[in-house]
Nanobody, 115 residues
Framework: QVQLVESGGGLVQPGGSLRLSCAAS????????MGWYRQAPGKQRELVAA???????NYADSVNGRFTISRENAKNTAYLQMNSLKPEDTAVYYC?????????WGQGTQVTVSS
């Protein structure tokens, strides 16, 4: 049974930081592309960042330079370090594991940026 469990969300003031974690089980984690997506109220889910099995990364323009995606294969865990958070970063953040046409989602973690 595949499970992706996100953690680390919460309420933070503008300019603050959070680190999200995604712990995976039931898959050969090291060969999967890991991604973080987010969905704000009334908006479509969008890709925030992704990291390949070899460590190549890509970011949405809106977070480039502020967010960093990483992975620790020995712990079957992916991370999203979020710095200089803005109110527009408020959303539910989802972890995704993808291998060719097969993909899995976590349940999501809420991130709220507000003073």
């Amino acid at each position: 049974q595949v499970q992706l469990v996100e953690s680390g969300g919460g309420l933070v003031q503008p300019g603050g930081s959070l680190r999200l974690s995604c712990a995976a089980s039931g898959i050969t984690f090291s060969i999967y592309i890991m991604g973080w997506y987010r969905q704000a109220p009334g908006k479509q889910r969008e890709l925030v960042a992704a990291i390949t099995s070899s460590g190549s990364t890509n970011y949405a323009d809106s977070v480039n330079g502020r967010f960093t995606i990483s992975r620790e294969n020995a712990k079957n865990t992916a991370y999203l370090q979020m710095n200089s958070l803005k109110p527009e970063d408020t959303a539910v953040y989802y972890c995704n594991a993808r291998l060719m046409a097969v993909g899995y989602w976590g349940q999501g973690t809420q991130v709220t940026v507000s003073s």
